[in-house]
């Protein structure tokens, strides 16, 4: 099966697909959803869509504010938050091959980025084995986190 995902910085137009996002609460645990992020939004942070076609199926925020300083002294990185797929598209592979673009859309919109950081919470083994599978390092840093455990996983660009 063929796919055609993209990503692309939020604008307005995407804002109607965004409100319809649905998310079971074990997953809310871990992330939140997109209407959330954009209410909140902060100097720094660069909401992405990750669409099907035209479509709206995911939603990240890229961070280059003052909290990437939480786990990195690079300043150079980037963090990644909030990363989810609308649980109607969800199972599709999706994130997989947006998370495997990644690389090549920080290195065309945010050039002097060299590195993406995140942290999973220690119970989200899908979105563990998912970083894992497109090339994030667990280096075995840990940090507390609001739900526990994290672990800070790092994507060099």
């Known amino acids: 099966m063929y796919m055609v995902i993209q990503l692309k910085q939020y604008n307005e137009k995407y804002l109607e697909q965004l409100l319809t996002f649905h998310l079971p609460p074990e997953q809310l645990k871990f992330t939140s959803l997109p209407i959330d992020r954009l ?27 003052q909290r ?29 091959e947006a998370m495997l673009q990644l690389k090549s859309f920080v290195k065309k919109k945010f050039t002097i980025c ?24 667990d280096e075995g840093r840990k940090k507390m986190g609001p739900i526990g455990e994290q672990y800070i996983m790092q994507l060099s660009i």
Not at 48 to 62: E, N
Not at 73 to 84: G, I, P, R, V
Not at 121 to 134: D, E, F, I
């Open 68 to 96: 990437v300083q939480e786990y990195t002294n690079n300043q150079k990185a980037m963090l990644l938050t909030a990363l989810s797929i609308n649980q109607s598209e969800q199972g599709k592979g999706y994130a997989k």
């Open 114 to 137: 060299n590195e993406i950081i995140l942290a999973v919470n220690h119970k989200n083994l899908a979105a563990q084995q998912l970083y894992l599978s497109v090339g994030f390092v």
């Open 39 to 65: 209410n909140e939004l902060k100097e720094g942070q660069y909401p992405i869509v990750i669409l099907k076609d035209d479509d709206v199926v995911g939603f990240f925020l890229l961070n280059s504010h």
